[in-house]
């Protein structure tokens, strides 16, 4: 069975604070949990306080819906498709949505992939980004352990 797989870039409209920012990423995280499990929805959504950068990967037409309603939240500007295509499996099995906001920790991650201070994602590849997010992903999932075995 193959699996749509659509990434897209959009312009951040929320407020800059950075706490508006994580409190931002924590109510788009959890509104498209419950969403994307109902959908049979996956993907990551990378949020810095310029821009979005997000895979999505379901059904075809289920994808298309979810994007749709994307395109119409005012919190997403100038949203641009980087890239679709079909897949033999899920690159994000385990997640209904997670996400990164980006920060000092992580910048290590985003100057391999050639992003310095600010993201401009006119320049980044579909399969740059999906790479972006599995090593993020693997970073916070880390990073939880070691808080988990300290706690």
């Known amino acids: 069975m193959s699996v749509y797989q659509l990434v897209y870039y959009s312009r951040n ?21 419950a969403n994307n499990k109902r959908d049979d929805i996956t993907g990551y959504l990378i949020m810095d306080k310029n821009c979005f950068l997000q895979i999505l990967e379901g059904d075809k037409s289920v994808v298309f819906k979810t994007f749709g309603r994307i395109e119409a939240d005012p919190r997403h500007a100038d949203v641009v498709v980087v ?59 880390a990073a939880r352990s070691v808080l988990a075995v300290s706690a």
């Open 13 to 33: 409209t929320i407020a800059r604070s950075s706490m508006t920012s994580l409190n931002a990423l924590r109510s788009i995280i959890k509104i498209s949990q």
């Open 83 to 141: 890239g679709s295509r079909l897949l033999d499996q899920r690159r994000f099995p385990n997640w209904t949505m997670a996400g990164a906001l980006r920060t000092i920790e992580h910048d290590e991650i985003f100057i391999k992939y050639g992003i310095g201070k600010d993201i401009d994602p006119s320049r980044l590849k579909a399969n740059s980004i999906v790479d972006l997010a599995r090593e993020l992903q693997e970073f916070n999932a």
